[in-house]
Antibody, heavy 117, light 111 residues
Framework: EVYLVESGGGLVQPGGSLRLSCVASGLTFNTRYWSWVRQPPGGGLEWVAIIYPNAKTYYRDSVKGRFTISRDNSENTIYLQMNSLRPDDTSLYYC???????????WGRGTLVTVSS | DVVMTQSPLSLPVTLGQPASISCRSSHSLVGSDGITHLTWFQQRPGQSPRRLIY???NRDSGVPDRFSGSGSGTYFTLKISRVEAEDVGVYYCLQGLYWPTFGGGTKVEIK
């Protein structure tokens, strides 16, 4: 059975930082593409960042320079460091993975990030 | 960004009747590898998304065969041959040829 478990969400003030984590089990971590996809309350889905098996990274324009995705193959974990957070970053953040880029065959349950004063 | 336009926004359906959702892309989704990068997801209320269909028409393991995908280039369709109560939720298309973008979603509900 595959499990993706996110953690690290919470309430943060505008301009603050959070670090999200996603621990994976039940699949071959090293060879997979890993992403963060977010969903604002009552809204649709938005791809945030992706990290390739070779650690190459890509980001949506609105988070470039503020968010950093990384992976630790020894711990089967991916991270999303989020700095300079803004109210429009408020969302449920999903950890997502596939064996190819830009698709998802497994999703986590999400961790909620709320940016508000 | 590539814009994915879904219709309708809301789809009330009678149990046992068919349903069809359209997804139109602002750019062709056919890659240089000949693969068309179009995926369909289902998100039931209170749950994470679940992939139903990848590369236009390939059903994922465990997905009932009442779900089918079709289309080419810039126009795609997800069909449910006979809607069941468990099919209630929001359906999203995703293009993965460029920076990934989702359609706005179609909410399927029972009449």
């Amino acid at each position: 059975e595959v499990y993706l478990v996110e953690s690290g969400g919470g309430l943060v003030q505008p301009g603050g930082s959070l670090r999200l984590s996603c621990v994976a089990s039940g699949l071959t971590f090293n060879t997979r593409y890993w992403s963060w996809v977010r969903q604002p309350p009552g809204g649709g889905l938005e791809w945030v960042a992706i990290i390739y098996p070779n650690a190459k990274t890509y980001y949506r324009d609105s988070v470039k320079g503020r968010f950093t995705i990384s992976r630790d193959n020894s711990e089967n974990t991916i991270y999303l460091q989020m700095n300079s957070l803004r109210p429009d970053d408020t969302s449920l953040y999903y950890c997502a993975s596939d064996v190819v880029s830009n698709d998802v065959d497994y999703w986590g349950r999400g961790t909620l990030v709320t940016v508000s004063s | 960004d590539v814009v994915m336009t879904q219709s309708p926004l809301s789809l009330p359906v009678t149990l046992g009747q068919p349903a069809s959702i359209s997804c139109r892309s602002s750019h062709s989704l056919v890659g240089s590898d000949g693969i068309t990068h179009l995926t369909w997801f289902q998100q039931r209320p209170g749950q994470s998304p679940r992939r139903l269909i990848y590369q236009v028409s390939n059903r994922d393991s465990g997905v009932p065969d009442r779900f089918s995908g079709s289309g080419s280039g810039t126009y795609f369709t997800l069909k449910i041959s006979r809607v069941e109560a468990e099919d209630v939720g929001v359906y999203y298309c995703l293009q993965g040829l460029y920076w990934p973008t989702f359609g706005g979603g179609t909410k399927v509900e029972i009449k």
